[in-house]
């Protein structure tokens, strides 16, 4: 996780917009940029690396019968 904060976000100024592109996606890894903004001017800018993990099957509850 590499975060860069460019400038203040101020409540007057409007809603933040995050975009997202990812860089790279592989069998276990993920590579995003993101870019944060707010009235057109970059506010923060990141690069983050998540973990993919597998899905486990979802679990029906009981009903007791």
């Known amino acids: 996780c590499n975060v860069q904060f460019l400038r203040g ?13 990812l860089l790279r996606a592989g069998r276990t890894i993920a590579v995003v940029d993101s870019v944060v903004s707010q009235a057109g001017r970059t506010v923060a800018r990141g690069t983050f690396t998540f973990l993919q993990q597998a899905r486990q099957a979802a679990i029906e509850p009981s009903t007791g019968s």
């Not at 976000?9 to 592109?21: F, S, Y």
């Open 9 to 21: 976000a101020r409540p007057e100024n409007g809603e933040l917009l995050a975009t997202a592109v």
